[in-house]
């Protein structure tokens, strides 16, 4: 694609109009705005995620443990579908009200942890991964909007 820059304006600028972007400028209230956008798809994604495990007791789980050498009966035996659900709910919430660094990129490292392990591991399409894609990067991009964290004690704020 060709683009076009003026004298005044050294950026090459599409010819498809479909491709332009102009973005507002970045304001306190915009910034703002977009954090509680990502905290609720963050708190939505792992909440509803855990209802999985604590209210619907989802089947298709199983499989998931029995890929970390985890069998049905003692998934059942300790009730772990709700101790994992309910912790991934406790995320969600906290990720709502009150958004710690240290926690969002744990729930960044959780998710794809958990996507690794239950999709190529287990044999299943990439796909899954890339359709999860927000369940990660809603958190990682709610830590970038609150800003990255420079010392260890920034960290736990």
């Known amino acids: 694609m060709s683009g076009r820059t003026t004298a005044s304006s050294p950026i090459v600028r599409p010819r498809v109009a479909f491709v332009r ?16 956008i990502l905290r609720l798809a963050t708190a939505g994604a792992f909440t509803g995620h855990g209802a999985y495990g604590v209210v619907l007791q989802k089947p298709g789980w199983y499989p998931f443990f029995a890929e970390l050498g985890i069998g049905s009966t003692a998934v059942d035996d300790r009730a772990l579908m709700a101790w994992v659900g309910g ?20 729930m960044v490292v959780w998710k794809l942890g958990t996507e690794l392990v239950w999709y190529p591991l287990a044999g299943k ?6 359709e999860r ?12 909007v609150r800003g990255w964290p ?8």
């Not at 972007?21 to 509680?36: C, F, Q, Y």
């Not at 399409?125 to 890339?130: G, I, L, N, R, S």
């Not at 420079?150 to 704020?157: C, N």
């Open 133 to 144: 894609w927000a369940n990660y990067t809603a958190p990682l991009a709610l830590l970038l």
């Open 21 to 36: 972007t102009t973005l507002p400028a970045v304001t306190r209230g915009r910034v703002t705005v977009l954090e509680w």
């Open 150 to 157: 420079k010392t260890v004690r920034a960290w736990w704020r």
């Open 87 to 106: 912790a991934e709910m406790l995320l969600g919430l906290s990720a709502l009200v009150l958004p710690i660094p240290a926690v969002l990129l744990f």
């Open 125 to 130: 399409p990439a796909w899954e991964c890339v």
